[in-house]
């Protein structure tokens, strides 16, 4: 990173600090430069409760292990389920009726997805944190096993209540659920267009 004349860090200067320490360097210098948080996503028009939104994405076997974790576990729930699955393999049979299955989802229609879902399930990326609080949805997140980042982040989501953590050998949908229904989720306020600053800096040079 010294080869360059600035390192962009997607994240806040002050607090909060969406990415916690992932985003603090050990020794700070002027070539580091904090452009806020990004996100694809546009606001919510409306708050909308229309579904339950999964969103199942990295690598396997770990996202294939999840998704039958999600289809064993669903069977009791009564709200309709939309999930997304981030892959084209044919999907394990299920029995529910209130239940679309997307393979994967562009842009407009993740964040419409998203706009309607009453809780969010997905993993705890950087991107998906940048995205799902943006849109100040409640979000149960769920690190992949052996990924170290998702799996601190899992842990700093879960203490700033931003989302509610739960680790995958402990997964059970329905029993997340009704968790997260007790669970006091907070919204920190997020702003995704500071880079603009950064970029008209550069070129009014």
Known sequence: ?????????????????????????????????????????????????????????????????????????????EAPIVLVRGSDTPITQHNRTAFVVHDFADTTLLNQLMCDASIIVSRSGYTSLMDILKLKKRWIAIATPGQAEQEYLADYLHENRWAMSVHQSEFNLATALNQAARFEFEHPSINTEKYKETITGILSL
Request: glycine letters at 4%.
């Open 1 to 77: 990173m010294d080869r360059f004349d600035e390192t962009w860090i997607p994240d806040n200067d002050t607090d909060p600090h969406f990415a916690g320490m992932l985003s603090k360097p050990f020794v700070r210098t002027s070539k580091q430069v904090y452009i806020g948080p990004l996100s694809r996503f546009d606001y919510c028009p409306e708050f909308n409760q229309k579904h339950i939104l999964i969103v199942l994405s990295g690598p396997e076997p770990q996202r294939s292990i999840l998704e039958k974790i999600i289809l064993h576990t669903c069977d009791s729930i």
